[in-house]
Every structure is written in C-alpha cells, then in structure tokens.
C-alpha cells in the first residue's frame, strides 16, 4: 500500500498543481452528474447514504483506527471527542443536503451557493476589506441565481433546493471550523476518519433502513435496477461515485496542499463552479445566461476573498 501511494504521489509530483486541481474538479462534478442519474433509480437520500459509507469504509480500512497506535492519538476528553464528533456530522449532513439540492436545481448553481459557507466563515474570522468585498459579491450572485430561478415555472422545486444548499453551505462552514480545531491537536486524519464514521452512523439512524430495503426492492420507476442483477449494478456504481467523489479528491488535496499555499489552493477552488455547470451542459442543464452572471460573481468573490488570505477558509 505505501509503495502504491509513493508512486501516485510521485506521479502527481510531475503534473502543474492546476491541472491537477482541474482534473480533480472534472472527476468529482462527472460523478456527481452521474450520482443525479442514478437518483431514476434510486431516491437522493438513500444514494447520498452510500456515498458517505462507502467512503467512511473506504477511510477506516485506509487509516485502520483499532490499531493501538492510532488509538493513542484519539481524544481522551468529552470535549475534543465532541468536536471530532461533530465535524463528522457536518460532513455527513453537507454531503446529504448537497445530493437533496441537485436532485431539486442545477449542479452548477448549487456548487456557486454551497460557496457561501466557506465565505462566511472568511468574513467571520478574517480582518481584511478582502473577506467584506467577497461576501458582498457572492450574496449578489446569490440573490441574482436565487432570484432569476424562483421567478421560474420550478420556483417550489428550486425553493426546496435552495433550503438543502444553504444548510449545506453553512455544514461546509462548520466543518471548516470545527476541522481546522481536530487538524490543530495533531493525527488529523485519524480523527477525521473517526469523525466521519460517527456522522455516517448517525445518518444510519434515519436513513439505513431505507436505503437498504429500496436498493434490495427498486422504488417504483427504476428500470436497470429492477433487473435481474440490477442491485449489484447499482451498488457498483454507487461505489465508483463515491471513490471518485469523495476518497481520491480527498487523497489529492492532501498532495496538492503539499506542494502550494493555502491562499493559492483556495483560489483554485473558484473553478468548481465553472467546472460544475460545464458539466451540467453535458448532461442536458442549460443555465439562463442570468444564471451564468451569478456563478460568475462567486467565483470572483471567492478568488476576492482569498487571493491575500495566507491562511483561508477551505
């Protein structure tokens, strides 16, 4: 395993850290298109439930917390074991709320929003004119995507949308803080990886039996998934979403930020957006060019905000 990750590393070494941040844009929002296709199939809450626990194997089989070693590393008081805690609920319910938005508004929109989280977070903790200017710009872009979609004839099925998004947004900002205080006590990703596993827990509370029983019986309007050996299908492909969404951006920023600033990787992230709704075009979402206006004033607003931040929110 460590050979295998010294010749990824090696290999991402060689490649310009743009491209690689674009590569990894392109492979997450491509699954995340792929993820809304498989909602005809099975229902966003169940999908996203497989996505955080795919990754969450994923994470413990990669990181393997019950070995004595690591053990030592995990928090010994309520209150550090409360912040691992609830960085790992964020993450849970940010990725839950993400797959509800995109199942009720363009993939492109919703990543512009979900902005709004990491931006607030700037605006709260920073000193500069950087992080006023840069939320004032996002809101315009907000309210102008918010606006122009609610005017629509899917106004309620935006509003639903706009609702998860924005909780989604402010999970993004609370992950940010609450990460940046299990990063700072040393043996992050075990903590992280601990963390997760509590958030997909108890996300398996409410959604477990659901998910398991709808991939088992395909909902009502599932075509390939009712077929004979439609649920293994499906299972495989909600695996490969959830690697290529969330386990191998994961492993790739932890390369990236070795080798650039935070300043400089947070301003690569404007992209996203832009990448985002590249990608809906393929998949049929045509955004009106309002909407192109408001994806582009977050984007400034995040290359604004975080361009002189030599320790941003991301």
Not at 145 to 159: E, H, I, N
Not at 205 to 234: F, N, Q, S, Y
Not at 280 to 295: N, Q
Request: net charge positive; with cysteine.
């Amino acid at each position: 395993m460590n050979d295998v990750k010294r010749v990824i590393a090696d290999a991402l070494g060689r490649v310009p850290v743009f491209a690689i941040v674009i590569c990894e844009a392109t492979v997450i929002y491509l699954s995340t298109a792929i993820a809304k296709v498989a909602f005809t199939q099975l229902d966003p809450l169940y999908a996203v439930w497989y996505r955080v626990g795919f990754m969450t194997l994923m994470m413990l089989l990669w990181r393997r917390p019950w070995r004595a070693a690591v053990r030592a590393g995990l928090p010994h008081r309520a209150r550090d074991w409360a912040v691992v805690a609830g960085c790992g609920l964020a993450v849970a319910t940010m990725n839950t709320m993400f797959y509800v938005a995109i199942s009720h508004m363009d993939m492109g929109i919703a990543v512009a929003i979900e902005f709004m989280g990491p931006l607030a977070v700037a605006v709260i903790t920073g000193r500069s004119w950087r992080e006023r200017l840069g939320i004032g710009i996002a809101a315009c872009g907000v309210v102008l995507l918010a606006g122009v979609s609610l005017t629509g004839a899917a106004s309620a099925r935006f509003a639903v949308g706009l609702a998860a998004i924005l909780v989604g947004g402010s999970m993004w900002g609370v992950y940010i803080v609450l990460g940046r205080r299990v990063a700072s006590r040393g043996h992050s990703l075990d903590n992280l990886c601990v963390g997760i596993a509590i958030g997909w827990a108890a996300q398996s509370l409410i959604l477990a039996p659901g998910a398991v029983m709808h991939v088992i019986h395909p909902k009502d309007g599932a075509t390939w998934a009712a077929a004979p050996g439609g649920m293994w299908k499906l299972l495989g492909l909600l695996f490969l979403i959830s690697m290529f969404a969330s386990f191998v951006p994961y492993l790739t920023d932890q390369i990236v930020m070795r080798r650039t600033s935070s300043a400089a990787f947070s301003v690569m992230q404007s992209i996203n957006p832009a990448v985002a709704t590249a990608i809906g075009l393929a998949f049929g979402e045509i955004p009106s060019a309002w909407e192109c206006v408001g994806v582009a004033l977050v984007i400034v607003a995040v290359v604004v905000t975080f361009s002189g931040d030599k320790n941003p929110a991301r």
